[in-house]
């Protein structure tokens, strides 16, 4: 299986300044088309799974699903847990398979998230696992005010979580949002060179759905190895869906409709594994 563990997706990723795309997928369809892409470009791919998406299908259904789907694929492929507050769900990931978790302790203070993300990488170690970090968390944008901006933490502060956590990629606040920007938003890019200088680790860039491919240039190459999409997938596969029944509005011929939305979400993953640069590197 090319299952490989996500540290080393990562890792490369930083070395050679290129971007790997991780897609938040929502159910089987997605998760094979983002693998279709990944497979078609030759790119190494991290496949993000949010709770909801873990709750809602089951982790034993979607990991057989994950472990069927990647059985034949070439390229390096792993799969992570997104924003994860809940200790025992990330407990069962890591038991199950998944290759990653992002601890998201954002809403228990830095004091209590740092102890409880020091206990969620002494757990994931054992499995070879890569644990993320964040301490301020990301609001969605249609949650937050014209301008508004989630509080940065100090550099100093971000920096003592990361050595004292011993995270193997951290997730900063740079002015980024869940969601569908209203305008191109404006980033804080020094900040993720201070912290990849400072540390020596990757940075993971949220938000990714609407920046602009300058943008993603300039973040990769001081340091982001891994770039997270989410909301433009769900747009994508759900505009593909509307679309085609507009078009079609007396089929009643579903697999004709998920072709459609299939190729629509690969191309869309296609898109952004080209803007990041990580087209052709697979090894
Ligand atoms: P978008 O939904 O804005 O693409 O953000 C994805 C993300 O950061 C998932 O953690």
Not at 10 to 31: E, M, P, S, W
Request: hydrophobic letters at 40%; glycine letters at 8%.
């Amino acid at each position: 299986m090319p299952v490989v563990p996500t540290r080393e997706i990562v890792q490369r990723a930083f070395k050679d300044r290129y971007g790997v795309a991780a897609i938040n997928i929502v159910n089987d369809l997605t998760l094979e088309a983002v693998l279709a892409a990944a497979e078609e470009l030759r790119a190494p791919l991290i496949v993000q799974t949010s709770v909801k998406t873990v709750k809602s299908m089951g982790a034993d259904l979607l990991y057989a699903m994950w472990c069927e789907m990647t059985r034949k694929i070439t390229v390096p492929v792993a799969l992570h847990l997104d924003h994860c507050p809940e200790r025992e769900v990330i407990t069962m990931c890591l038991a199950k398979g998944w290759n990653s978790v992002l601890f998201d302790g954002s809403k228990l203070g830095v004091a209590e998230n740092k102890q409880q993300c020091i206990e969620v990488v002494a757990e994931a170690r054992p499995y070879g696992a890569m644990v993320e970090g964040e301490i301020e968390g990301f609001k969605r944008v249609e949650e937050m005010a014209d301008d508004e901006r989630v509080n940065e933490q100090s550099l100093e502060t971000a920096v003592d979580f990361i050595r004292s956590t011993g995270v193997d990629i951290f997730a900063p606040a740079i002015g980024n949002a869940h969601g569908m920007y209203k305008a191109t938003p404006k980033l804080d890019n020094q900040r993720v060179t201070d912290i990849v200088e400072a540390t020596g680790i990757p940075v993971a860039l949220h938000g990714g759905t609407g920046m602009t491919a300058d943008q993603f240039t300039d973040l990769i190459g001081r340091g982001c190895a891994k770039v997270n999409i989410s909301t433009a997938l769900k747009i994508r596969f759900m505009q593909s869906g509307y679309d085609y029944i507009t078009e079609h509005p007396t089929e009643y011929d579903p697999p004709k409709l998920f072709v459609a939305q299939r190729e629509a979400v690969k191309a869309m993953a296609a898109d952004h594994i080209r803007m990041f640069g990580s087209e052709g590197r697979a090894w």
